[in-house]
């Protein structure tokens, strides 16, 4: 339909509801144009191939005399399609009591219960009780990858995994051993799968027979939260869902997004997400108390930041930003550096190794192991390799999580230190405040990725201590100095956005939804903004 | 046993003359014979009137699904600039059909010939022979004819010194039923497991290495020769409208003269069996027989009046299939036999579809329990349900095939089923 | 001897042989598995179609296949070793275990099966003293159930190595395995 292609269509009608859909579009996509979504297992939308082997989607069409796979069939002008007619109704009963003839029933200590396309469609159909009392065929357990365990004997042979380490990752490291009952998914022997995105196996999985190992009796699916998030693992900006139980990260799973990340995420991603429940972090704000860092409260701590300032007054100084902040904390960061007149404003964005999905050119493992390195050179950060270690006696701010390894004395000589981080590294006791901020996971706001993609991420954890979101402390700083209003939310700290930088005009938090927007002018246009 | 036997019944004339004769083994005396003449024959005729031709002779394919073969050919693309490829399905797995494996040891020459004949109708430049793996020793004499042939001329570059040029590869199998199935074979012959894929693609349009391919049987293939050299009007002097020509019988089972035969189409099955084969050797009554291969119904012993044509054996609920009967004396134990039949399904099944999967492995445990007598009526009901869901539901017919003379052994044998239970379980039900 | 074999058929020679052991180091750097290699490559338009028959190959020279041949097959043929192991797998004719000299594989399907096919198994199993996949203690058998060996008017069918014996009766099984005996002393 782009680049004005006349593209031809097809009408038919998917249980009474008539549809049009571009030609060569197949039936089950057609009928969840019109909301019904059939029963599938082999079937993945991201995967390119097509076995029409699960049978489940299997649908009728009037005038033909047996049903078909609606995963391969194409939509045809005219045809009548029924998928709850009582003969594919019953096909399908019949295949769920089929897959359940050597299953387990192990649910309650499965690690898909509650989320397991088996379980769901036995219930859509109707199928709880089976006809099978002969014994049952026992297969055992496996190990695939390092962190991947395979349970033969939930497993439905549905290929899902296989094809796509074959045909997305392309790499034909997993395959189907031995045939008929005796079919297993296997590795070659004595090797593990070692791909960067096979983690995408488990998600792919419809019922419990692929597991991270990391996850394994970690939690129900029913005791976890969901949110909608973006991974910052990298500057690609994967769009994710963040799973928790108790207040606590248990795993990340890709969210599909066409434009970024497909169906898919690296598994440095995962694991680097996870990672971020470990450490000690900053819970209260801190000010300088002769040669100590005194706890306090916001209102203190406030007020006490905006005096320092105006004591210090618009002097020249250097600030330090991390890539993990976001847009909305930039911006707000932004109008306190201007007050300030600091213009030497760096970032070091850590580097890695790249890796690529091959069927995937957009989802890469990027080198910059940053969500929001992109954001930052909009507002004309400026990268450094390495951090100037000594500060002359001038206002010093640093804003993100990057004084891990900085020098013992750094900052000691600035007139004015301030640190805004979640975390407490040895450096920051050379502060004047340290004012806790929280992570992306614990807040609302957005990313801008490798290509000028503003994507939204949700607050998926309660901050600990006081801890606050970093635009929502600098908004309270500056109306303390007389220049601005108290933000307390994350539209009103996108409208900052929008109006101080210009990239952002035109968008709106509603705007970009769920899946992103580009900045303005989208890609090429920003490319040009920014210097390479 | 079959040679040199030969029955006043048998036709012997297309498929079988040689059968027997080791000599016309050799390219020397298959030329003698006149062999080689009706390939000179087809390289002057256009390949669409070869096709024709095969139209018009009726002959359908002898791999059991009986689709006729001049239309299969039709479907192949004309002047479509990609190569084009003929499989000669040689993977003969069927229980009960042993004819190929006869063909290709008596007469590789036919087969050979067949081969050309078949490759040039469909403008095919490579024609795989696909032998299963176990004919070790019928692959050598497969071999040595192929290798005799190139020597000849008669295949590879410039065949007998015309502008066509097509070449054999003779590639075995390697233990597989379904590698027998059209796309699981090719499938096979590319380097894959034998997993059919669901159609579209079509060979035609599709096949073996993406390229449109035509996969025909070894006796379809063996048939062709004797219908271009003689004519179609001369083929149809046997058979009936719809099933002309004639046929290999591979009989089995309890059989005083279990064997190959050729046998114009239209004879009844019970003169096959007791005449040809000359009944069990046991002498009792015959039981039942599975007519065409172990995948097709089985016949009661009142049925076997059938006319052993495609419509003959259609009319009485069964099929011609691979024209295999296994016959079963009056002693034999049907619940038994048919489980021996499930077992090999669900031995042979690729694993793909759930039914297929699932199901044989499923039968075979029922009818186990059935078997040592642990059964119960509602098992029957079980068996029949699953016969209903394991029909054209998959991708290949191999679910379908055990269905067929499973359904058939319970409506037909029933009492034999329930004879197993004891009496208290019946009672439960 | 390979020199003779000519390309068309170059992947049709009989791979279930006796001749076990010979080869141990890896297969393609022999001067005859590099030219059984080569030749099967030029029948196809596609290098993994010569996977079956250079897995013939493989079993031909050392009875069954192990994982070491796998990865020399895979890095022939451009394909990953688990493929080859999806592949060694799925056909029942390539050994996964070593097997003795004499494979002797008895069909059971159901003609065989009418003619006293599973006694003849029996037999066979008694008689080498082995269950079905088992070495015999001397070496010289394996005995295992098969299905349709595509010969079922010569019920029972049994193909030992790469040889058919037809019409095989319980009464007779000791017979032929007497001869393999003294056919693998001749070798």
């Known amino acids: 339909m782009s680049n004005g292609e006349h593209q031809n269509t097809v009408t038919l009608t998917v249980d009474g509801v008539d549809v049009t859909v571009p030609e060569g579009t197949r039936v089950i996509e057609a009928a969840e144009r019109v909301g019904v979504v059939v029963p599938r297992y082999c079937y993945h939308p991201g995967i390119p191939t097509r076995p029409a082997q699960c049978r489940m989607c299997l649908v009728e069409v009037e005038g033909r005399p047996k049903l078909e796979p609606s995963c391969t069939l194409q939509a045809e002008d005219g045809m009548v399609v029924l998928t709850a007619s009582k003969t594919a109704e019953d096909a399908r009963q019949a295949v769920i009591e089929f897959l359940l003839v050597n299953h387990p029933l192990d649910c309650p200590i499965c690690d898909a219960a509650g989320q397991c396309m088996l379980q769901d469609f036995a219930y859509v159909t109707n199928q709880l009780e089976s006809r099978m009392d002969e014994p049952k065929q026992i297969m055992g357990r496996d190990r695939i990858s390092d962190d991947i365990l395979y349970f033969a004997d939930r497993c439905i042979i549905c290929t899902r995994c296989v094809r796509f380490m074959r045909d997305v990752a392309h790499d034909d490291a997993l395959i189907v051993a031995e045939r008929g009952h005796k079919s297993y998914i296997d590795t070659f022997p004595g090797r593990e799968l070692n791909n960067p995105f096979q983690g995408n196996i488990v998600d792919v999985c419809p019922v419990g027979a692929l597991v991270h190992e990391d996850f394994v009796f970690k939690a129900r699916a029913w005791d976890m939260d969901a949110t909608a998030s973006v991974c910052p693992g990298c500057s690609t900006g994967c769009n994710v869902t963040i799973d928790t139980k108790e207040n606590q990260i248990v795993r990340m799973k890709p969210r599909h997004n066409s434009k970024v990340n497909s169906y898919w995420m690296c598994d440095y991603g995962r694991k680097h997400l996870v990672m971020t429940n470990r450490g000690v972090r900053a819970e209260v704000p801190m000010i300088r108390d002769g040669d100590k860092l005194r706890a306090t409260d916001w209102e203190t701590a406030i007020s006490w930041v905006a005096r320092q300032m105006e004591i210090v007054g618009h002097e020249t100084g250097s600030a330090v930003i991390s890539p993990q902040m976001s847009n909305e904390d930039l911006s707000l960061l932004w109008s306190l550096l201007n007050w300030l007149q600091i213009e030497k404003v760096e970032f070091q964005v850590s580097s890695g190794e790249t890796a690529s999905l091959p069927s995937v050119p957009k989802l890469k493992l990027r080198a910059d192991r940053a969500p929001n390195a992109f954001g930052l050179e909009l507002f004309g950060a400026e990268r450094v390799q390495h951090l100037s270690s000594e500060t002359p006696e001038s206002p010093l701010v640093v804003m993100g999580d990057l004084l891990q390894d900085a020098p013992e004395k750094f900052g000691m000589g600035a007139s004015f230190f301030l640190y805004l981080g979640t975390r407490l590294p040895e450096a920051a006791r050379n502060a004047h405040a340290i004012l806790p901020v929280v992570t992306f996971a614990e807040m609302d706001g957005t990313f801008t990725n490798f290509e000028g993609r503003v994507q939204r991420f949700h607050q998926a954890l309660n901050p600990p201590g006081i801890a606050r979101p970093g635009w929502m402390v600098l908004s309270r700083i500056l109306a303390e100095l007389g220049t601005g209003d108290v933000i307390s939310d994350v539209r009103s700290a996108f409208d900052h956005l929008v109006k101080n930088e210009q990239a952002f005009e035109g968008l709106s938090w509603d705007g970009i939804g769920l899946k992103g927007a580009p900045v303005r002018g989208g890609h090429e246009e920003v490319k040009n903004l920014v210097p390479s | 046993m079959s040679f040199p036997y030969v029955h006043e019944l048998e036709t012997r004339t297309l498929l079988s003359e040689y059968q027997g004769k080791k000599d016309a083994r050799t390219l020397k005396s298959w030329r003698d014979e006149g062999g080689y003449q009706r390939v000179r024959k087809a390289i002057d005729m256009s390949p669409e009137t070869i096709t024709d031709v095969v139209k018009e002779s009726g002959l359908r394919g002898r791999g059991g699904a009986g689709f006729p073969t001049g239309l299969k050919w039709s479907f192949m693309p004309k002047e479509d600039g990609k190569p084009h490829y003929l499989c000669c399905n040689a993977d003969e797995s069927e229980p009960g059909a042993f004819k190929d494996r006869e063909i290709i040891r008596w007469t590789p020459h036919l087969l050979i010939e067949g081969c050309l004949i078949g490759a040039r109708a469909i403008g095919a430049e490579h024609v795989y022979i696909y032998v299963r793996g176990e004919f070790f020793e019928d692959t050598q004499h497969l071999n040595k004819a192929v290798v005799e042939a190139y020597e000849a001329g008669f295949v590879g570059s410039n065949i007998m010194g015309s502008t066509w040029s097509c070449d054999i590869t003779i590639h075995t199998g390697a233990g597989a039923y379904i590698a027998g199935e059209e796309t699981g074979l090719m499938n096979s012959l590319m380097g894959n497991r034998a997993e059919p894929w669901a159609k579209p693609p079509f060979p035609a349009q599709a096949g073996a290495f993406g390229m449109p391919t035509t996969v025909n049987n070894v006796e379809t293939l063996s048939t062709v020769p004797g219908i271009i050299e003689h004519g179609s009007e001369w083929y149809r002097q046997w058979g009936s409208e719809k099933s002309p020509g004639t046929k290999l019988w591979s009989c089995s089972g309890h059989l005083v003269r279990p064997g190959n035969y050729e046998i114009a189409l239209g004879v009844p099955l019970r003169d096959i069996i007791f005449d040809v084969c000359g009944g069990t050797p046991s002498g009792k009554p015959v039981k039942a027989v599975i007519p065409g291969g172990s995948s097709t119904a089985f016949l009661s012993a009142a049925e076997l009046d059938c006319a052993t044509t495609y419509e003959g054996m259609q009319e009485v609920g069964s099929s011609l299939g691979t024209a295999s009967p296994i016959v079963m004396d009056e002693d034999t134990d049907i619940v038994r036999a048919m489980r021996r039949i499930a077992q090999f399904y669900a031995h042979e099944s690729c694993g793909q579809c759930v039914q297929c999967r699932e199901g044989t492995s499923w039968i075979v445990r029922i009818l186990q329990k059935i078997e040592s007598g642990d059964g119960r009526l509602r098992d029957i009901d079980t068996l029949y349900d699953l016969c209903e869901q394991m029909t054209g539901r998959t991708i290949c017919v191999l679910a379908d095939s055990v269905v067929f003379p499973l359904k058939s052994s319970l409506d037909k044998f029933r009492a034999e089923y329930e004879a197993k239970m004891t009496s208290d379980k019946v009672a439960v039900g | ?187």
Request: aromatic residues 8%; negative net charge.
């Open chain 3, 1 to 187: 001897m390979s020199r003779e074999i000519h390309p068309a058929v170059v992947g049709a020679q009989p791979f279930q042989t006796a001749e076990r052991g010979q080869f141990d180091g890896p297969i393609f750097k022999t001067k005859e598995g590099r030219l059984r290699l080569e030749m099967a490559l030029t029948r196809y338009p596609d290098k993994r179609a010569a996977l079956l028959p250079i897995l013939h190959f493989v079993q031909e020279k050392k009875g069954w296949i192990e994982t070491s041949d796998m990865e020399e097959v895979a890095e022939a043929l451009e394909v990953t070793p688990a493929y080859v192991h999806s592949i060694v797998s799925f056909y029942t004719m390539y050994n996964q275990h070593p097997v003795g000299k004499h494979l002797i594989q008895v069909c059971t399907n159901i003609s065989c099966h009418l003619n006293k096919g599973d006694e003849v198994l029996e037999c066979f199993l008694e008689e080498t003293d082995t269950r079905q996949g088992e070495i015999s203690s001397d070496g010289e058998f394996t005995v295992i159930e098969a299905e349709c060996l595509g010969a079922c008017g010569f019920a029972t069918v049994v193909q030992v190595n790469d040889r058919y014996f037809e019409g095989v009766t319980p009464e007779n099984v000791s017979n032929i395995l007497d001869e393999l005996r003294a056919g693998s002393h001749k070798r």
